[in-house]
């Protein structure tokens, strides 16, 4: 966890974008200044970093495989319920099955105690 916690102090505490320009409080973003233009040689707007370049689109295989997985839909909560009762869940989807109930739990409680 506290590599973690360092990580995430040190991309704060990196410049990402230019400061506001002196006397606008507020910056308006206008999206990119091209639309629709995608090349097939680099990732467009992946680079994050000013004056970073984009890196280069590799071969599938290049990829680690996790990432092909973040790809795959969840579960919808009927299904969670329905393999809960079933054949059990991982702790993930366990998880995100109890998150989602206790949610339900507090809305109709906050729905019960608005009425009264």
Known sequence: MQ????????LA??????????GKSKVVDRGPAK???LSAE??????????????PILADSEYPAWLFALMKPEPSVAELERMYSQEGLELHQMKRLFRYKNKM??????????KK
Do not use: F
């Open 35 to 37: 639309t629709g233009q």
């Open 42 to 55: 680099v990732v467009t707007g992946v680079a994050i970093r000013k004056g970073e370049v984009d890196p």
């Open 13 to 22: 505490a990196q410049q990402l974008r230019a400061p506001l320009p002196a």
């Open 3 to 10: 590599g973690l916690r360092a990580r995430i102090c040190a």
């Open 105 to 114: 739990r507090i809305k109709e409680n906050n729905a019960a105690s608005a």
